[in-house]
């Protein structure tokens, strides 16, 4: 790429990319986003256009360098996750960033609690709360961070902090309402923090709170183009209908997620309908039992692999 405009094409790229992923899962872009950063943007880092800002150009390459993060999570791959994430975040302190910062703090800590790590992943979600402060139009990624330090107490065992924590996340929500967007964050909404709040109550045992909190997270993915967030909030549903023996109902949800899931080239969706499976084996004999295990066992796909104990903050 030439030209003065570099960094706003990588800007309406990025943009596209993230709609897409959306609907389609990590899967179906993972290879040309990890191309598009190899081939079109690192170069930008060593020999950059004329007229291009340093930091400019740091910051678009530590937003797509996140978003080939994530995808990789979504297929499965933690252990390049970790190594994008890790990229991301210095690529955000090269261009004095600190939203873009925050926001890697934010993915680091989100794959922590999801591999069982709440003191690693409150730490950096805590590093990113520090850093979020300084930054303009970032109340929604500090709304997210809230989330993640709930998820983490929540695996803590610590419900009055995991609840504190939810209720600053809603506060910044709400203080976000008519505000502007951070540059090259993706959003942080309603039926996102429904959702994490319906798996942070799970993780607690408060599978009354849990099941509203999912109920809520699939009526406000139900109007939007969030396919695989609409996806993860009802195996969530499902799971705290196991929780609570209503395995029925479970199995017609489970049933639902492998008809919207083959839309979806998402590891972590086929993972967790696996899990879903594993638990309703022992379920007694129904027809709806049946017709979701036999769904979920067309389902394929890779689970996440480990990650590496270090962390770089």
Request: proline share 2%; with cysteine.
């Amino acid at each position: 790429m030439t030209g003065g405009d570099v960094v706003e094409r990588i800007h309406d790229a990025t943009q596209q990319i993230q709609t897409a992923d959306r609907r389609l899962g990590g899967g179906a872009l993972y290879g040309s986003v990890s191309t598009y950063l190899a081939t079109q943007v690192a170069p930008q880092l060593v020999v950059p256009a004329a007229g291009v800002s340093a930091r400019q150009l740091f910051a678009a390459a530590a937003s797509v360098t996140g978003i080939a993060g994530w995808m990789a999570h979504d297929t499965g791959d933690d252990r390049a996750a970790r190594g994008y994430f890790d990229r991301a975040l210095r690529l955000s302190l090269s261009g004095d960033v600190d939203a873009l910062t925050a926001n890697a703090c934010a993915s680091m800590a989100h794959l922590a609690v999801e591999h069982g790590q709440p003191v690693d992943g409150m730490r950096m979600a805590e590093k990113g709360l520090q850093r979020v402060r300084g930054a303009q139009d970032a109340l929604r990624l500090e709304a997210r961070l809230h989330a993640m330090r709930a998820r983490a107490f929540a695996q803590l065992g610590d419900r009055a902090a995991c609840v504190e924590a939810l209720e600053a996340s809603q506060r910044s929500l709400d203080l976000a309402v008519g505000s502007g967007h951070a540059r090259w964050i993706a959003g942080f909404d309603e039926g996102a923090l429904a959702s994490e709040a319906a798996l942070s109550f799970l993780h607690l045992g408060e599978v009354g709170e849990a099941e509203a909190c999912a109920r809520e997270a699939i009526r406000l993915r139900s109007n939007d183009d969030r396919v695989r967030s609409l996806v993860f909030a009802r195996i969530t549903l499902a799971s705290v209908l196991v929780r609570t023996a209503r395995v029925q109902e479970a199995a017609i949800v489970g049933t639902e997620v492998c008809a919207a899931a083959g839309s979806l080239t998402s590891g972590r969706a086929v993972a967790k309908l696996g899990a879903l499976g594993m638990a309703l084996r022992s379920a007694p004999v129904s027809a709806e039992r049946a017709e979701f295990l036999a769904a979920a066992a067309s389902v394929t796909g890779a689970r996440r692999s480990g990650i590496d104990e270090s962390w770089p903050i």
